[in-house]
């Protein structure tokens, strides 16, 4: 089954510090992985995918993740951080019934301290 | 620009009153969907539909109802609400095929407390 865990609810780090947010995935078919964001009060916007092409993904805002089978991990970062980029992050796997049955993490809870 | 546009934004239910969560989408989006986001759970489907007249269920079915009679709107019913749907729900649509399959488009969210 698809499923993925992001590693920490919370993440805090300081103003223009590297952002790494984690997640692991586990799936049955090649996955298509998902990261979305959510600003508080609004619905959640896609950052970036990967769906069997480059390993390298590059999102908007300055994000990137790395696709890596050996690991089964996708995890998020980001060279300098931005008070902006405070949000909860989702990752996310195609679930077992097609691509757009999105199986979601837990979400990471992102903090930016000036 | 309107995108994925979900009504009411907040309501408040007494356990057994029914109601029914509105969601329009004017992108042409086949695939149509609506999730619940609780703490720590992250988001869990609660119905789908691929087109017009056809509806599936996700991982949390229980207690709600949809239907699909165009490809614009896709309602989630409560048939009798219950604390334990106190949650935050949001509509996503999607194209069905291509390169932007997965690309879900989200709603603002509707916040549902059940006293």
């Known amino acids: 089954a698809q499923s993925v865990t992001q590693l920490g609810s919370h993440v805090s780090v300081s103003e223009g510090a590297l952002v790494l947010l984690r997640c692991n995935y586990s799936s049955s078919v090649p996955p298509y992985l998902f990261w979305y964001v959510q600003y508080p009060n609004q619905g959640l916007q896609l950052l970036l995918k990967?769906?069997?092409?480059?390993?390298l993904v590059k999102g908007i805002n300055g994000f990137e993740a790395e696709f890596k089978k050996s690991e089964t991990s996708f995890h998020l970062t980001k060279p300098s951080a931005h008070m902006s980029d405070a949000a909860e992050y989702f990752c996310?796997?195609?679930?077992?019934?097609?691509?757009?049955?999105?199986?979601f993490g837990q979400g990471t809870r992102l903090t930016i301290n000036p | 620009n309107a995108g994925v546009t979900q009504t009411p934004k907040f309501q408040v239910l007494k356990t057994g009153q029914s109601m029914t969560l509105q969601c329009a989408q004017d992108m042409n989006h086949e695939y149509m969907s609506w999730y619940r986001q609780d703490p720590g759970m992250g988001l869990r489907l609660i119905h789908y539909s691929v087109g017009a007249g056809i509806t599936d269920q996700g991982e949390v079915p229980n207690g709600y109802n949809v239907s699909r009679s165009t490809t614009e709107d896709f309602p989630l019913r409560l048939l009798s609400a219950a604390p334990s749907q106190t949650s935050v729900y949001f509509c996503?649509?999607?194209?069905?095929?291509?390169?932007?399959?997965?690309?879900?488009?989200f709603g603002e969210g509707s916040r549902l407390t059940v006293l």
């Open positions: 990967y769906t069997s092409a480059a390993t």
């Open positions: 996503a649509s999607s194209y069905s095929a291509g390169v932007n399959t997965g690309e879900l488009f």
């Open positions: 996310a796997v195609r679930g077992p019934k097609g691509a757009q049955k999105l199986v």
